[in-house]
């Protein structure tokens, strides 16, 4: 366990409880379990899924936590608390499902890449018997899947979160699309088929959106995918995405109901990890980290020890913040 794993699993309340703690994860916001009702983070978090998961995890793979006299604790709910120490099963079994999930996220990607290539491709070949699409998706998954950017991903085991998300969301695409490669007919069947494959779609889609929300990107990304990929026009296609928006609504109710409306707007915190727009004062008292040291440490820092940074230095961190990530996607290191 490292990273943010303690926020989600090692340190969260709810998590530590087992099944008996999933009530309060879908009914809370999805950090309650650690920072309790202390507003830290601009907005409102609702991911339950791999939270779920986790706390699932726990039960199974944990036993409860005792203290020196051998009883069992409890924490100040009166819930059995489980023990989540390195020696644990729990972090090599969650490191192994997170592995799981990648190389099936893998394995997805291929399959969409294919079904999309294949059907623009049909006219190019490497061999007589192997189309082009086959090369284009095999080269393009291989680099995603060592993509170095990737890896905290899925060493991070609160990093799952995004590896479920995106893996809906492809599947999303991926039934989306096969719904509208079904012919058009009045037949049983084709009804019958653009059906499953939309109910999959949505299924899908509300499992990844459950995951984190940034999914809803993709919202726009299916029909663009569909326009550009095949030749149905943009009113099939909308058509086609009805179930998706649902489903989007669906899951903005819910979380509304549990969190409430969180407008992304600029909050007062003394959290410096939690605020990239912070700076310590210059006048704040500081003494060398170890003695001779040219390194130094803050002395007693309390929330007058930061202060907001003036609008230049606001707009300059977020262009540099922005130019570091897309450097990431074609020079991985440094």
Not at 259 to 267: E, M
Request: glycine residues 4%; charged residues 15%.
């Amino acid at each position: 366990m490292g990273g943010n794993d303690a926020i989600l699993i090692t340190d969260n309340r709810f998590t530590k409880r087992g099944i008996a703690g999933l009530d309060s994860i879908l009914s809370e916001n999805t950090f309650a379990g650690y920072f309790g009702n202390k507003k830290v983070i601009a907005g409102s978090r609702w991911r339950p899924l791999t939270q779920v998961m986790f706390a699932i995890e726990v039960e199974l793979f944990a036993a409860n936590l005792q203290d020196l006299q051998g009883r069992v604790m409890k924490d100040e709910a009166g819930f059995v608390v489980k023990d989540l120490s390195p020696e644990s099963l729990v972090p090599k079994i969650a490191h192994l499902i997170n592995v799981l999930f990648y190389g099936l996220l893998c394995v997805v990607l291929y399959k969409v890449l294919l079904l999309l290539f294949k059907n623009i491709s049909t006219h190019y070949s490497l061999t007589e018997k192997i189309p082009i699409a086959y090369f284009i998706a095999a080269i393009a998954t291989l680099l995603f899947t060592i993509h170095p950017i990737h890896t905290e991903v899925v060493a991070n085991i609160k990093g799952r979160d995004e590896i479920i998300s995106f893996l809906g969301a492809l599947l999303a695409l991926y039934y989306t699309f096969l719904a509208v490669q079904v012919p058009k007919n009045d037949s049983v069947t084709a009804n019958t088929s653009v059906l499953k494959y939309l109910i999959l779609a949505a299924v899908f889609f509300f499992l990844s959106l459950l995951a984190k929300e940034s999914s809803v990107t993709f919202l726009a990304i299916i029909p663009i995918t569909l326009y550009f990929f095949s030749n149905k026009k943009l009113k099939i296609i909308f058509s086609y995405c009805i179930p998706l928006l649902v489903v989007f609504m669906l899951f903005l109710s819910l979380r509304n109901s549990v969190v409430g409306g969180s407008p992304l707007q600029y909050f007062e915190t003394d959290e410096l990890m939690n605020d990239p727009f912070l700076q310590v004062d210059e006048n704040a008292p500081l003494a060398p980290l170890l003695e001779g040291a040219k390194v130094y440490k803050l002395v007693s820092p309390n929330e007058h020890t930061y202060h907001l940074m003036p609008y230049s230095h606001r707009l300059a961190t977020i262009i540099y913040s922005a130019s570091i990530y897309l450097k990431l996607l074609f020079v991985p290191h440094p």
